[in-house]
């Protein structure tokens, strides 16, 4: 329809560890296939919990920064936790499932400390830490401020 271009397919494949290739494409009115209408996309399975792409950015910051990464999984819960080099933490991000996607996730972090006020200048580690069930992974990183 011409007033309502838009619809919705529900498509739930049993697919196994792997890379793969998903495309979507449409037909006019006469049965033509339309191949600059199509939507393709590549995705990867994995059967375990992985923190995939952990960075964060930008990096060095003045004053905010996303923690961004890929998840293969959701799991039922994933923290953040922001430390000084002296293994001090400053910052901790409790997010459950529902706060989270598969794939491409990106935090908000206005680089203030658990008191509310902006943390200094310098070089700290950050820990992603993802649970689900008995599985954890965890991924360490730098980050740098400079103001």
Do not use: C, H
Not at 6 to 24: A, C, D, M
Not at 41 to 57: G, I, M, S
């Amino acid at each position: 329809s011409a007033s309502n271009p838009k619809f919705v397919v529900n498509y739930k494949p049993t697919l196994e560890s792997g890379s793969y290739i998903f495309k979507v494409i449409g037909r006019n009115a006469t049965g033509a296939i339309i191949d600059s209408a199509g939507v393709s996309r590549k995705f990867e399975v994995q059967k375990n919990l992985q923190q995939l792409d952990v960075y964060n950015y930008p990096n060095p910051f003045k004053y905010e920064t996303y923690f961004t990464f890929k998840l293969t999984q959701l799991p039922d819960e994933l923290k953040i936790k922001i430390f000084t080099l002296a293994g001090r933490m400053v910052k901790e991000f409790k997010l459950t499932s529902a706060e989270l996607k598969y794939d491409f996730n990106k935090i908000y972090w206005d680089g203030r400390d658990v008191d509310g006020d902006l943390v200094a200048n310098g070089v700290y580690l950050y820990k992603i830490i993802s649970k689900k069930g008995n599985e954890s992974v965890q991924s360490v990183q730098k980050l740098a401020i400079v103001r």
